[in-house]
Nanobody, 124 residues
C-alpha cells in the first residue's frame, strides 16, 4: 500500500508563492506518474498538473499554466508543486495523486493513490 502525505499549504496574499510537497512511502512502483489536483469549496476536484513517470513530460490545467511547476526528487519519492502569482481563485485543498500501469493522473478515475490534502488559502 502506498501512502501519500502533502505539506506546504497555508495562507498567502494574492501575487505570492507557495511550494507544496508530497512524500510517498510504502510499496512504491517504479513506473508511476505523479500529479496534483485541487478542490475548492462547493466544486468538484479538478486536475492541476502531472509529471510522467519518466519525468520527461509535464502537463498543466489551463488555469495554472505558466504559474505552477511540477517537479520531483531523484529518488521519485517526493514531488512538488511550485505555485507563483497566486490569486484567490487558487484557494482550494490540494491533493497529490499517483497512477500506475502507464496511466496519467489527469482525471480522478485514473488515480490509484491519493493524499489527504493540504489547504491553500489566497487572500485578496
Amino acid at each position: 500500500q502506498v501512502q501519500l502525505v502533502e505539506s506546504g499549504g497555508g495562507l498567502v496574499q494574492a501575487g505570492g508563492s507557495l511550494r507544496l510537497s508530497c512524500g510517498a512511502s510504502g510499496r512504491i512502483f517504479s513506473n508511476y506518474a505523479m500529479g496534483w489536483f485541487r478542490q475548492a469549496p462547493g466544486k468538484e476536484r479538478e486536475f492541476v498538473a502531472v509529471l510522467t513517470w519518466s519525468g520527461a513530460s509535464t502537463f498543466y490545467a489551463d488555469s495554472v499554466k505558466g504559474r505552477f511547476t511540477i517537479s520531483r526528487d531523484d529518488a521519485r519519492t517526493t514531488w512538488y508543486l511550485q505555485m507563483t502569482d497566486l490569486n484567490p481563485e487558487d484557494t482550494a485543498v490540494y491533493y497529490c495523486a499517483a497512477s500506475s500501469y502507464g496511466r496519467l493522473p489527469t482525471k480522478t478515475a485514473n488515480v490509484d493513490y491519493w493524499g489527504k490534502g493540504t489547504l491553500v488559502t489566497v487572500s485578496s
